[in-house]
C-alpha cells in the first residue's frame, strides 16, 4: 500500500517549499538527498509553526526556532541537530533575501555543539585486540598476512585504506620502518615497525 502523503503545512506551504529546494538545486547545488533532508526538516518546521497559531513567517523569532531545536533535541543525535541546524540556517536566509522576512533569522539558529569525545575514532579494548590476534592461524601465508594487517591497525595507527594500499617497497625490513604516502592528518610519514609484526 501507498504511504500517505505527508499533512502540509498552512505556513510553509507546498509551493514556497518547492520554491525554496529550487533555489537549493539551482544557486546553490545542492544534491538530491541534500535537498530530500532539507524538505523534511523544513516539513516539520512548518508543522511545528502552525502548532505553535503562526500565521505568518515574519511572526516567527527566535523564541520559535529555539523551541522547535530543543523539540528536536529529545529524539535526535548531535549529528542530525547539527543537520536540521543547517537547515533552518539555510530557509531562513532563503525567506530573508527574497523578502519575505525582514530580519536575517538564520544568524538566530546556534549550531549545536559536538564535543571532541564525540568525534573520536572509536577503537576495541586491547583485550579485543588480542583475543583478535590470536584468533588468526598465522601456520598459513594468509594468516600472516591478516596478523600484520590488525597489528598495524591496532599498535600503528592505520587506517584500513592506508593498510591497504600498502606495497612491499612501502616496508624497509633493514631499518624496521615503514613509509607511508600523504595522509589525512599532514604529509608523507616514516614510522618505526614493531618487530612481532615483521615477524
Known sequence: SRRPPSPESRIVPKRLLDRYLHFCRSHQG??????????????????????????????????????????????????SLHAVASSLRSFLRYLFLRGTIHQDLARQVAMPVRFSAELRPKYLPLKKVDELLAAIDRGCTVGKRD???VLLMAHHGLRSHEVAA??????????????????????????????RTTD
Open 30 to 79: 545542492h544534491s538530491s538527498q541534500t535537498q530530500k533532508a532539507r524538505a523534511l526538516w523544513i516539513g516539520k518546521l512548518g508543522l511545528f509553526l502552525d502548532g505553535q497559531g503562526l500565521r505568518d513567517l515574519r511572526g516567527v523569532d527566535v523564541r520559535h526556532l529555539d523551541a522547535f531545536m530543543r523539540e528536536q533535541a529529545k529524539t535526535l543525535t548531535p549529528r
Open 166 to 195: 600498502l606495497k612491499v617497497a612501502d616496508i624497509d625490513f633493514n631499518d624496521s620502518a615503514i613509509a607511508l604516502s600523504a595522509r589525512k592528518s599532514g604529509p608523507s610519514q616514516r614510522l618505526p615497525l614493531l618487530a
Open 147 to 149: 596478523y600484520a594487517m
